[in-house]
């Protein structure tokens, strides 16, 4: 009886021991197969940041030296269309992106589902109504042709700067998306042709005037002595920001990255080469 007793006791302890055993295997096993995950996402020493071809290349330069100071390794990758870089961060084949404001990305995300968040502001360029046949707004004869972006969110920025101008009304509650067919007034009969965004600037020399992106208004030979009015500066929601995954918001490349080019030895390179068309918006 002891000896069965005994067996029976061995027996039990064992088989705890075992399903202990196993248990934390299965917790370390669990452990190891989760943690280093997000460990390896938050702690980038290499990451490649989205930027559009143009003068934005001479400000990244710097702020990839600055970077290299941190410790952050930074490269960058040139796009010529807007409609990519937000595709390829969400496809994972660049970490970070740097070319749009909030209501271009909000547009995006409505379209295409992206996880994508702003991180760090830049800049801000002030849309602008640019002509070489009026010398201000007021020249704008009956019927004139005036050039505007087509994609949703700079068309709509566009039209208010055409509104605050007193050329056209939008109808009331009209959002800023706002398109042509939102238009409610057009005293002067206005023809509004919708164009691509790197395309009105170009064709100012075909237009009575054009309202254009001040990054494009630089690439397509217009200076500050072309422009006869400009949107707003103060409370713009149109700065844009260096954009990241959602998930990678608060890992510390991020604050890294932010950093690089949030500081007065960027800020000097963006003058130099915004001319004071751009200004810093951070």
Avoid: C
């Avoid at 069965?4 to 917790?27: D, M, N």
């Avoid at 010529?80 to 994972?92: I, S």
């Avoid at 890294?256 to 007065?264: D, H, P, R």
């Amino acid at each position: 009886m002891k000896k069965t007793l005994a067996a029976l006791i061995e027996k039990t302890t064992f088989t705890r021991r075992a399903g202990l055993a196993l248990a934390a295997s299965a917790a370390v096993a669990a452990f190891v197969s989760a943690g280093p995950t997000p460990v390896l996402a938050q702690d980038k020493t290499s990451v490649k940041v989205g930027i559009m071809s143009g003068e934005d290349e001479d400000v990244w330069r710097v702020v990839v030296a600055e970077a290299g100071k941190k410790g952050l390794s930074v490269e960058t990758v040139v796009f010529n269309d807007y409609t990519q870089p937000n595709e390829a961060l969400e496809r994972g084949e660049i970490d970070a992106n740097a070319f749009q404001h909030l209501p271009y990305l909000e547009n995006q995300i409505k379209q295409h589902g992206y996880k994508i968040t702003p991180a760090g502001y830049t800049g801000v360029w002030p849309i602008g109504v640019y002509s070489r046949k009026a010398s201000k707004i007021s020249d704008l004869a009956e019927g004139a042709v005036v050039g505007v972006p087509n994609d949703p969110s700079n068309e709509g920025r566009a039209l208010r700067v055409l509104q605050n101008e007193g050329l056209i009304k939008l109808k009331e509650g009209t959002g800023i998306l706002a398109t042509i067919t939102d238009i409610e007034e057009n005293p002067k009969n206005l023809e509004i042709k919708e164009l691509d965004a790197g395309i009105v600037g170009r064709s100012i020399d075909d237009l009575d005037a054009a309202v254009v992106n001040t990054d494009w208004a630089l690439k397509s030979g217009l200076t500050p002595e072309n422009r006869i009015a400009q949107e707003p500066v103060d409370g713009n929601p149109y700065r844009n920001f260096i954009a990241v995954k959602e998930d990678q918001k608060d890992a510390p490349w991020v604050k890294t990255l932010v950093s690089s080019y949030q500081n007065e030895t960027v800020k000097a390179e963006f003058d130099r080469v915004y001319k004071g068309t751009g200004i810093s918006a951070y």
